[in-house]
Nanobody
């Protein structure tokens, strides 16, 4: 059983910063891509940032220059440092990971429960 546990959400004023963490635990053989998505009320979920096993990173245009994704391979953890936050960044943030478990050659997508980020103006 694989689980992703997010932490670090909260309420912050515009211009402030938050750091999200997401730790993968359980029976894990290998983690490929890890990333963060977000979903605001009434909107579709959008991809925010991803980081591959070899460290390649991609960001949504809306967060480039403000958000930084990083990864601790030893801890199976991905982080999202969010600076210069704007009210439009308000959303539930979800982490996801593409994971291969020991008993399978396939890789499956796993998602966390989500953490609320609210940016006040």
């Amino acid at each position: 059983q694989v689980q992703l546990a997010e932490s670090g959400g909260g309420l912050v004023q515009a211009g402030g910063s938050l750091r999200l963490s997401c730790a993968a635990s359980g029976s894990i053989f290998m983690i490929n891509v890890m990333g963060w998505s977000r979903q605001a009320p009434g909107k579709q979920r959008e991809l925010v940032a991803t980081i591959t096993r070899d460290g390649s990173i991609n960001y949504a245009d809306s967060v480039k220059g403000r958000f930084t994704i990083s990864r601790d391979y030893a801890k199976n953890t991905v982080y999202l440092q969010m600076n210069s936050l704007k009210p439009e960044d308000t959303a539930v943030y979800y982490c996801n990971a593409n994971i291969r478990v020991p008993s399978s050659v396939k890789r499956n997508e796993y998602w966390g429960q989500g953490t609320q980020v609210t940016v006040s103006s």
